[in-house]
């Protein structure tokens, strides 16, 4: 099977490991903004201090526009963790909402819109495949391998790492886990995505160590050849990031003479080789909001944050870094706003829908992983 669709299948997978799957009633169906927006404020003003809604930078302004915070995954998280709401509505994947059950305190409840969003990323590193690919690695090599697992994975996947040793990472912190792993081992695994994994290793002067694992075609692998190598990349990647090219460098150069360009480091290495500015969607946001009036900035991550800063920095000239072909999340597009809608009124009759909420014993693991990130 191709990676892409054993990708797609493995997501379709994971939706499984919750067994409140539900989808939006048809009266929801149809609402238009307005309607939509009266309902949405209303639940809002019933439910007052007891919820506190989080959108992912990548989230369309619809759901942006009611969110207390916005911001990237790890900071939603912590936000979550502050607030002193019972109830955590979050605008963004089932990895995101994961990520905020482990920190919250226990009597927080987690909910998000649509149990459908669930990162294709994500899936590209389920656990049995790890578990397959790690027994495969180690009887391989008398040397230590630590696991680092980017943010952007499942809980089940983060335990994983914590119970070999390793730890989670965010795109900033991504080159001080590198190095964490390899004081504490000889070698690091990082899943699960390899674009992120080679610019960090980069980053480090690690460039002449990496080997990639491909999950999808194990079975013609060479483990002893690939674990000669000190850094060891999982073959996942992020669709939005993968779709940049140096050839849209080259062009948004050649239509705006004076163009910058900030990609994130999810992007493939010769585009961030390319790039003025490479960093998280913090570090973007930061980028442009410092910008001179005037000034022009190419922006190389997902759309829906490119559209947020034409509006929140209209004094700057914003443009997406491949134009019109760049792409949504498809997965952040299955928080329909009608969704928001949906279970905000429910929670404000009483009942909660779609919640999210991590095994103990792997909660516990996965707080291991994130409290050794907190440490580095």
């Known amino acids: 099977m191709p990676a892409m669709e054993t990708a797609e299948f493995d997501t379709e997978l994971s939706l ?14 149809d609402l238009d903004e307005s309607e939509r ?44 963790a502050a607030a002193d709401a019972e109830y955590v509505v979050f605008g963004g994947v089932t990895f995101m909402a994961e990520s905020a059950d482990i920190i919250t305190d226990d009597d927080q409840t987690v909910v ?14 389920e656990a049995l495949q790890v578990d397959a690919a790690w027994a495969e690695l180690t009887a391989a090599t008398d040397a230590d391998v630590v696991p680092v697992t980017y943010m952007n994975s499942y ?10 040793g390793g730890l989670v990472c965010t795109s900033s912190n991504a080159d001080r886990a590198f190095e964490y792993a390899l004081d504490e081992g000889d070698k690091v695994l990082f ?11 980069h980053r480090l002067g690690l460039e002449d160590e990496i080997a990639e694992w491909d999950p999808w075609d194990a079975a013609s692998a060479d483990a002893a050849a690939v674990v000669d190598n000190d850094v060891i990349l999982w073959d996942g990647y992020c669709q939005v990031h993968e779709r940049f090219s140096p050839s849209h460098v080259e062009r948004v150069r050649a239509d705006h003479e004076d163009a910058r360009v900030v990609v994130h480091p999810e992007c493939r290495r010769e585009v961030v080789e390319a790039a003025d500015v490479v960093g998280s969607t913090a570090t973007i946001r930061e980028t442009v909001a410092e910008a001179e009036p005037g000034e022009t900035w190419a922006i190389g991550t997902e759309v829906h944050l490119t559209r947020h800063l034409q509006r929140w920095h209209p004094e700057v000239n914003v443009v997406p870094l491949c134009g019109e072909a760049c792409m949504d999340c498809n997965a952040m597009r299955q928080i329909d706003p009608n969704y928001l809608a949906w279970v905000l009124e429910e929670l404000a009759a009483g009942r909660e829908r779609n919640v999210v909420e991590v095994a103990p014993e792997e909660k516990d693991l996965a707080r291991v992983a994130l409290d050794r990130m907190l440490e580095v």
């Open 112 to 125: 998000l819109p649509s149990m459908e969003a669930s990162c294709p990323m994500a899936g590209m590193a």
């Open 191 to 201: 899943l699960p995505d390899k674009h992120l994994g080679e610019n960090t290793a």
């Open 155 to 164: 809980a089940d996947l983060k335990a994983f790492c914590a119970e070999h």
């Open 37 to 80: 927006t009266r309902r949405i404020e209303g639940a809002l003003d019933a439910l007052g201090d007891d919820v506190v809604i989080l959108g992912h930078n990548y989230q369309r302004r619809e759901i942006v526009e009611h969110a207390d915070f916005v911001g990237d995954s790890y900071q939603l998280s912590k936000e979550a």
């Open 16 to 29: 499984f490991k919750y067994d409140n799957l539900e989808q939006l009633p048809s009266e929801y169906r």
